[in-house]
């Protein structure tokens, strides 16, 4: 198995563009996390599904976020419209159950 | 929610064995402690994982006292490759399945 996979790994925007970060967790996992990180604030939990399904998302931080999961095996993460502030890394995890999760590389957004 | 405190740097030599303790008070009953490896510009990467007692694997040992209120990653005779940052991962006890990720502790390992 290739491995959690985020695309783009770079992505630089200009403030007020959407942006839309994407993931590919593991085959046959069930659980799947959006994370963010950065200096200040470390690693933020954005948004926890399970089984396709948004089961928590009091970690996104406005209405500009957005996730989705469509299906067992694609989560997208929107930020329409795009703000300095949201400049980090953005990380994806997919685990089975309870088990150890799996990160992917992680995009690096950049909103200028 | 729950909180998690860690040291933030520590340096070690080669050959030596690294301690690293997360402090983490209100964390769910049921879940696992979980410690994390990251390189720069990678994701974090599974180390060991316990729910008390102690747990060891082929690269580390974790130690979680029975009021679970803290957990020690062991690093028996560090090498120059495990200089990075590591993190302990905790469920939050609000049951709202949030799961919080320590500050970090980053780690020198010296010649």
């Known amino acids: 198995d290739a491995g959690v996979i985020q695309s783009p790994r770079h992505e630089v925007t200009e403030m007020g563009q959407e942006v839309t970060l994407r993931c590919k967790p593991i085959?046959?996992?069930?659980?799947l996390f959006w994370y963010r990180q950065t200096m200040m604030r470390g690693l933020e939990l954005l948004i926890y599904f399970n089984n396709n399904v948004p089961i928590d998302d009091s970690g996104m931080p406005e209405d500009r976020f957005s996730a989705k999961m469509p299906n067992a095996s694609f989560s997208t993460l929107k930020i329409q419209p795009s703000e300095p502030r949201d400049s980090a890394v953005y990380f994806c995890a997919s685990s089975l159950a309870r088990d150890r999760w799996f990160f992917g590389q992680g995009t690096r957004l950049t909103v200028v | 929610l729950a909180k998690t405190t860690q040291p933030i740097s520590m340096d070690s030599y080669e050959g030596q064995e690294v301690n690293i303790t997360c402090s983490h008070n209100n964390i769910a009953t049921n879940d696992y402690i979980t410690w994390y490896q990251q390189f720069p510009s990678q994701g974090p990467r599974f180390i060991i994982q316990?729910?008390?007692t102690k747990v060891t694997n082929e690269v580390a040992s974790l130690f979680i006292p029975a009021d679970r209120k803290s957990s020690t990653l062991s690093l028996p005779r560090v090498s120059l490759s495990d200089t990075a940052v590591y993190y302990c991962?905790?469920?939050?006890?609000?049951?709202?399945?949030?799961?919080?990720f320590g500050t970090g502790t980053r780690l020198k390992v010296l010649a």
């Open positions: 991962l905790v469920g939050d006890t609000s049951g709202t399945y949030k799961y919080i």
């Open positions: 085959s046959g996992h069930n659980s």
């Open positions: 316990g729910y008390k």
